[in-house]
């Protein structure tokens, strides 16, 4: 099993920025996506951003330009750069990771706790 951990979230005003954190422990060694989710109160859980393990990554039209997916130097950690924040990227954000386990390669999703984002107008 995986386990992930957040860090980051906050209050922040319009155009400002934020860096969010998830870090994999646990069975970390068949990882091959992790990413960020979003999701707004009465919304549906939205992507935002994704890194696979060759390194290509993925984003939300929303965020093209102004959000960052990177790989930490540290193994199985990944940050969230944020810039030019806007009030509708106000939402709880939760870390993804998608991992291989067991003799059968078996495919298995796990969640982060997630983290609050606020961006004041």
């Known amino acids: 099993q995986v386990q992930l951990v957040e860090s980051g979230g906050g209050l922040v005003q319009a155009g400002g920025s934020l860096r969010l954190s998830c870090s994999a422990s646990?069975?970390?060694?068949?990882?091959?996506?992790m990413g960020w989710y979003r999701q707004a109160p009465e919304k549906q859980r939205e992507l935002v951003a994704l890194?696979?393990?060759?390194?290509?990554?993925n984003y939300a039209d929303s965020v093209l330009g102004r959000f960052t997916i990177s790989k930490g130097d540290a193994d199985n950690t990944i940050y969230l750069h944020m810039n030019s924040l806007k009030p509708e990227d106000t939402a709880t954000y939760y870390c993804?990771?998608?991992?291989?386990?067991?003799?059968?390669?078996?495919?298995?999703?796990?969640w982060g706790q997630g983290t609050q984002v606020t961006v004041s107008s």
């Open positions: 646990g069975d970390t060694f068949g990882l091959y996506t």
């Open positions: 993804n990771a998608k991992y291989t386990s067991g003799p059968g390669d078996a495919r298995y999703e796990e």
């Open positions: 890194l696979r393990s060759g390194g290509t990554t």
